[in-house]
């Protein structure tokens, strides 16, 4: 049914059914993992390395994936911070080391090292054990009532990302079949409910995509939507359609999404600081710590080991989490607190702004200043100032409506979807 490699690790993989059902019909446990201390740095291209990743945790290997489509500055970047202790890519495998020494092996239990997004700093490296994983894999099955038979997983995220790699070892526990895309093409997933797929990961920029493709989206018995907030209107649209769509929340550090439609999973504690509003999470699925970085592992944490997500949120009747900004991002105008997502679902109404972000900028009477970046859905004619501003003035309030707008190219986004204010020019 659906192309398969032609040989093991070879640069023609493209869609691959999961190896992870043995002959016998049971999947691997992941409570196998994580019997050695190696860390294998995988650099493949995504079916591949999908099969390499599972055929690691097999023999009880902890991986770390990076992609081979990146600069090899920026490998051998990640390589040096990561410090494996052994590589396996197109020309084969290996043992790693550079000038600074040899890799570092991980702790016994360790079954991945996921690279953070990266969205208010340097990305960091998370490290997930094997019950982390196994938990947030019987948790989302649990809370979709996925049938491992008849359901089939679509990856279509990058692996090198938690979202990804989640996928994986939703695969690898529980056997349920995997179709891997080389990247996210709007045809090929329009297309994957055909060849089988009926669960799939998306972020709202790709879900918009197959929106407006006229994708049969109905079609998947369900779409996990996360890795940025959903813009107004597109859950309501995707709804229009069919589309049995799960909102997500989660970290790197929670191992994916551990939060479905302002619901925590089975197994997951949520609650709010009552001093600071930031959301901390407790479970088996949280991270370790962080590879390398004591001081950041123990400032992750509450005294009481409750995870800090650095998002704010509140609960609203009924236990339901609401997710606000991350702290770092909220502007403080005259005083006053501005989340920059609501001005941007604001702004992303206007009929002349295809894309936005909304930062802070120091100000020297207001402390900061409301600053919008806009990709104009017509180049040759942005919106002005005074427009933009007449336009949100009856749905924000005076110290949420921009002082300033900056027109861009482009948003930077990390490939999990979010924004990346930080490498907006300032």
Not at 179 to 197: E, L
Not at 391 to 416: C, D
């Amino acid at each position: 049914m659906l192309k398969m490699a032609r040989d093991r690790y070879g640069a023609d993989y493209s869609d691959r059914r999961s190896p992870t059902t043995p002959a016998g019909g049971l999947p691997y446990r992941l409570m196998h993992l994580g019997n050695e201390s190696s860390l294998l740095a995988i650099v493949l291209p995504p079916a591949a390395a999908a099969v390499a990743v599972q055929e690691a945790w097999a023999s009880g290997e902890a991986v770390a994936v990076i992609d081979p489509r990146d600069p090899s500055f920026r490998i051998e970047e990640r390589l040096s911070t990561l410090r494996p202790t052994e590589v396996l890519d197109a020309n084969g495998r290996r043992v790693w080391s550079d000038r600074d020494g040899e890799g570092e092996p991980v702790a016994a239990g360790v079954a991945a090292i996921v690279a953070t997004s990266g969205t208010t700093s340097e990305p960091r490296w998370v490290i997930l054990d094997e019950n982390a994983l196994e938990a947030s894999a019987f948790a989302v099955h649990a809370a979709l009532g996925v049938d491992p038979i008849d359901d089939t997983w679509l990856a279509c995220v990058p692996l090198t990302g938690v979202a990804g790699l989640a996928i994986l070892a939703r695969s690898f526990h529980t056997g349920s079949p995997l179709i891997v895309h080389d990247r996210f093409d709007t045809a090929a997933v329009a297309r994957a409910p055909q060849q089988g797929a009926t669960l799939v990961s998306l972020v709202p920029t790709t879900l918009a995509r197959l929106l407006d493709a006229g994708a049969p989206v109905d079609q998947f018995h369900h779409i996990l939507l996360g890795g940025a907030p959903a813009p107004p209107g597109l859950l309501a649209r995707a709804r229009a359609s069919g589309a049995h769509v799960t909102t997500t929340y989660g970290l790197t550090e929670t191992g994916g999404g551990c939060v479905h439609n302002g619901h925590p999973m089975i197994g997951v504690e949520v609650t709010i600081d009552p001093k600071t509003d930031e959301i901390l999470i407790r479970g088996q699925i949280t991270m370790s710590g962080y590879r390398l970085d004591e001081p950041a592992t123990k400032a992750a944490f509450t005294p009481d080991g409750a995870l800090r997500t650095g998002d704010l949120g509140r609960m609203l009747p009924g236990g339901v989490l609401q997710v606000g900004d991350r702290r770092k991002d909220v502007i403080i105008s005259g005083g006053v607190n501005v989340s920059p997502t609501a001005v941007e679902h604001v702004l992303l109404l206007h009929p002349a702004i295809r894309d936005v972000c909304v930062v802070g900028l120091p100000d020297p009477e207001w402390g900061e200043r409301v600053v919008a970046f806009v990709v104009p859905v017509r180049k040759g004619l942005p919106p002005s100032l005074a427009d933009m501003r007449a336009f949100a003035q009856s749905r924000l309030s005076g110290p949420e409506l921009p002082r300033e707008i900056r027109m861009v190219e482009e948003i930077p986004r990390s490939p999990g979807g979010k924004l990346l204010r930080r490498l907006l020019p300032r």
